[in-house]
């Protein structure tokens, strides 16, 4: 019988998909790093306080912390570690780099990547997983300078300069289970090995995903109808237990494998989702929404630009959702999708159960924020916007626990 345990430092982790992942492939945290308090709820309420999931040295403060702080105020603490580390997984906060937004070289969020690997030199964990969007592999300056060079190479030098061997690819977590198109950049780094060790881990991923999807009775590919048939509105509704003047849905019969998997867990009797409250409409937004439900050619294909217009969509952009299809990247803007067959936006489960994250897991602080406040509070539909979807980390931690 293996008795080895298999640790774990989730940086940037916040709403705690990663870590959750980890924790169900059998990982062991020694602690987490997530500056933001409205995220660290969440991951305290479940994973901290809830599973126990890490150990916490004394010497760390239980709470929202940033990476600057600890690095700096535990040098001796942290260089102490070396030996003990098997795992650092988590990356930077991806806005700066993300091709859905705007795109800012200066944005002091990219700074944190250097942050991470100062961590990292220090910590010296046998493996690391680096996640980050797409958008990390792009230049910022790449049309104006040809010579610009990406983060990723930066970072990749830099821990190759610190003895890892590492390899990274562009992976598609639809390929793994999850219910949408999501492509996000990772980086798997070996201490002391070569970017061939490196790669063994997307090799042995990718091999090991059709039996694990059926080891664990899921399919190879999930529909948006697959993920959320069981949370309409038609369902019935009460008044949302933790948002006043709000009313929630009911569970309603479970009508996939996904969802069936998603509830495992979940209270007896239970009738009311955690989070799976709606947002209030104007008869004219609803109107809106009916019409684009009814008359929309193309669901699944953002409606922007001078086509809005036409449409009578006041916000930026809308996704009218198509059920026989995966849905597209979940982000942290909750007008962003409209309900495959309700005229009305995605509520928190909805996109937390497309983000893969099981029904007993539940969301913490306020639903939504907006204008200035975007850059400081992370509400419960940005914690899962910005999350890993924890289907894919526990195929990842399984297959890393392999690697040690």
């Known amino acids: 019988m293996n008795t080895k345990q298999y640790t774990v430092i989730d940086l940037f982790a916040g709403c705690g ?21 409205n995220a660290f709820e969440t991951l305290d309420y479940n994973l901290i306080e809830g599973k126990q999931h890490f150990a916490w040295p004394q010497w760390l403060p239980i709470g929202p912390l940033n990476i600057l702080e600890v690095n700096e105020k535990y040098k001796t603490q942290l260089r102490k570690l070396r030996g ?11 806005q700066g780099f ?36 797409k958008g990390f592999t792009y230049a910022f300056k790449k049309i104006k300078d040809t010579s610009a060079v990406p983060y990723s190479e930066i970072v990749k030098k830099k821990l190759r300069d610190l003895g890892y061997g590492v390899h990274a690819q562009v992976v598609d977590f639809s390929h793994y289970g999850v219910p949408q198109r999501r492509k996000r950049f990772i980086m798997v780094g070996v ?13 042995k991923i990718d091999k090991q995903k059709t039996s694990f999807l059926k080891d664990n009775k899921l399919d190879s ?3 948006v109808r697959d993920a959320i048939s069981d949370l309409l509105r038609e369902n019935g509704q009460m008044e949302t237990p933790d948002r006043k003047g709000f009313m929630s849905g009911l569970y309603g019969d479970v009508e996939s494998k996904y969802e069936r998997y998603l509830r495992q867990g979940i209270r007896k009797r239970q009738m009311v989702p955690n989070s799976h409250s709606f947002a209030h409409h104007t008869p004219e937004k609803v109107a809106c929404f009916q019409n684009l439900l009814l008359n929309y050619p193309q669901k ?105």
């Open 17 to 37: 998909g990663l870590s959750l992942g980890l924790y169900q492939a059998g990982w062991n945290g020694i602690f987490a790093i997530e500056k933001n308090p």
């Open 300 to 404: 699944g294909k953002r409606i922007d630009g001078k086509a809005r217009e036409g449409w009578g969509i006041k916000q930026r952009g809308i996704t009218v959702l198509d059920p026989n299809q995966l849905a597209p990247t979940i982000t942290n803007m909750p007008d962003d999708y409209l309900h495959y067959c309700e005229p009305r936006i995605m509520t928190v489960r909805e996109c937390a159960r497309i983000q893969s994250f099981p029904d007993w897991y539940e969301f913490k602080s306020k639903y939504t924020t907006g204008g200035q406040m975007r850059k400081k509070e992370v509400p419960r539909y940005s914690q899962v916007g910005n999350a890993i979807p924890p289907l894919f980390a526990l195929q990842a931690g399984l297959v890393l626990k392999e690697m040690i």
């Open 221 to 223: 590919f999930c529909c």
């Open 191 to 203: 201490l002391g090995g070569n970017e061939s060790d490196a790669e063994l881990f997307f090799e």
């Open 98 to 133: 993300s091709m859905a937004g705007k795109r800012v070289e200066d944005d002091v969020r990219n700074q944190l990547v250097f942050s991470y690997i100062d961590f990292i030199d220090m910590v010296r964990p046998k493996l690391l997983l680096f996640e980050n969007v």
């Open 84 to 94: 003990q580390v098997d795992l650092v997984a988590g990356g930077p906060p991806c």
